[in-house]
């Protein structure tokens, strides 16, 4: 997958999906999915524009879902040929729609649009489909609008997978963004409490603009040098040892090695239960022996193997 910039010139012909994409889910892979088959029939390159940076920060909203990084991998792994990057700060936030589509077609050539029904576009959000579909037309480039994708009857929303994410139902929210959760993020030194617990952790170092899971013990997986691994990950404080600091700890299944420093890629699929103060070190050790049990029987599940 290539990555370009909104303000560069790419001449390859696209099919190009639109909108906001603060995740990745089920109704955006219909989108992509759309934009690829289209892209393949008229011997274009498919193509997704997002925000590089926090737009829900600069609209003073909740934090996002998924980073730009995260997003990239979602596409990459969807097979996306083109993601296109763009900055969302005053002078964007200000764009007219007419103004955004002209710099879009210049920029870009554009032959065939996909959007949602409820796609907006411009300053204000001014924009419309309708409006959309007037500028494709006089242009001649071909706009499709998707339905919306929807579970149990109700559209796939943000606010919807929001929810799921602050109360940690990583189940029906993996089902709904049709692949497991993710953080990615650099390895980072930490208290190497876990360490002494014979639980050595790695300490993953999660964006400040990603809204974060409820804290709680989940059973996951993390990639690193292209190897994934099994592991139960701690996200919160640890109240045994008075630290209230917020972390995403990961205990690695099965791995002996230094990880500092590199990055990382943490899915998640179940949380398993709460985080709690234990009366002493030794108590937590035995409830870590529990942990671990339950959390390769999952993984062996989900995952399969010895994930």
């Known amino acids: 997958m290539k990555t370009v910039d909104f303000n560069a010139h790419f001449n390859e012909p696209i099919a190009v999906a639109l909108g906001f994409f603060d995740c990745i889910h089920l109704g955006h ?4 999915r759309a934009a690829q088959a289209e892209a393949r029939e008229i011997c274009a390159k498919s193509a997704l524009l997002t925000f590089k940076n926090d737009i829900g920060a600069s609209l003073g909203q909740e934090r996002q879902i998924y980073t730009f990084e995260e997003r990239a991998v979602a596409l990459e792994r969807m097979g996306l040929d083109v993601l296109i990057a763009a900055q969302f700060d005053e002078e964007f936030k200000k764009l007219p729609a007419e103004e955004f589509f002209e710099y879009l077609i210049e920029h870009f050539n554009v032959k065939s649009i996909f959007v949602g ?8 959000g001014a924009g419309g489909v309708a409006l959309l579909s007037l500028l494709c037309s006089e242009r001649g480039i071909k706009l499709n609008v998707m339905p919306y994708e929807r579970a149990d009857g109700q559209k796939i929303s943000t606010s919807q997978l929001k929810a799921l994410v602050k109360c ?3 189940q029906l929210l993996n089902a709904l963004l049709g692949a ?3 953080i990615k993020g650099r390895i980072v030194s930490n208290r190497r409490v876990g360490a002494k617990l014979g639980y050595p952790t790695a300490n993953i170092d999660m964006s400040r603009n990603k809204l974060p899971p409820r804290d709680g013990i989940y059973a996951t997986t993390i990639t690193v040098d292209g190897k994934t691994y099994g592991g139960m990950t701690n996200i919160g404080d640890k109240p045994t040892f008075g630290d209230s600091e917020q972390t995403v700890e990961t205990y690695i299944f099965d791995f002996n090695g230094d990880l500092y420093g590199k990055d990382a890629l943490l899915e998640v699929y179940e949380r398993t239960r709460d985080v709690r103060r ?4 030794q108590a937590l050790v035995e409830q870590l022996h529990k942990d671990e049990s339950q959390i390769r029987q999952i993984l062996k599940t989900i995952a399969g193997g010895n994930k």
């Open 29 to 32: 892979r219909a989108l992509v």
């Open 117 to 124: 029904q409820d796609y907006t576009f411009g300053a204000g």
């Open 168 to 170: 940690g139902n990583m």
């Open 180 to 182: 497991p959760y993710m």
């Open 278 to 281: 234990f009366e002493s070190p």
